[in-house]
């Protein structure tokens, strides 16, 4: 599977953004799909994450503001970002792993296989 994000943008404190990634292929719906976020000159880290049966995953970080979703038939996750704040700020990257159900931890980094590019928020202050 492939995968394209967008949706990235800048935005002021407190303001909110749609995140999209857009898949292509077929059996979408057999892919768990992950949103992490890399700071500029830092790790790669977990920010949610939803599995085929829409089960969803948070980063304390974002619990309560951020909210992940996905649309089968559109191929598609979101990432629905309100009340950003500037240690939001990252490149955001979407990821796919193929489902099993007594996989790796779907936080990891090495757990998916497959990326998108990467879609950039900048938070201003």
């Known amino acids: 599977v492939q995968l394209q994000a967008s949706g990235g943008g800048l935005v002021q404190v407190g303001g909110s953004l749609r995140l999209s990634c857009a898949a292509s292929?077929?059996?979408?719906?057999?892919?768990?799909m992950g949103w992490f976020r890399q700071p500029p000159g830092k790790e790669r880290t977990f920010v949610a994450r939803t599995r085929v049966n829409g089960d969803t995953d948070y980063a304390d970080s974002v619990k309560g503001r951020f909210t992940i979703s996905r649309d089968n038939a559109q191929n598609t996750v979101y990432l629905q970002m309100n009340g950003l704040k500037p240690e939001d700020t990252a490149v955001y990257l979407c990821?796919?792993?193929?489902?099993?159900?007594?996989?790796?931890?779907?936080?990891?980094?090495?757990?998916?296989?497959?990326w998108g590019q990467g879609t950039l928020v900048t938070v201003s202050s």
């Open positions: 292929g077929r059996s979408f719906n057999n892919y768990d």
């Open positions: 990821a796919a792993a193929w489902h099993e159900p007594f996989g790796s931890s779907l936080r990891l980094v090495s757990t998916y296989r497959n």
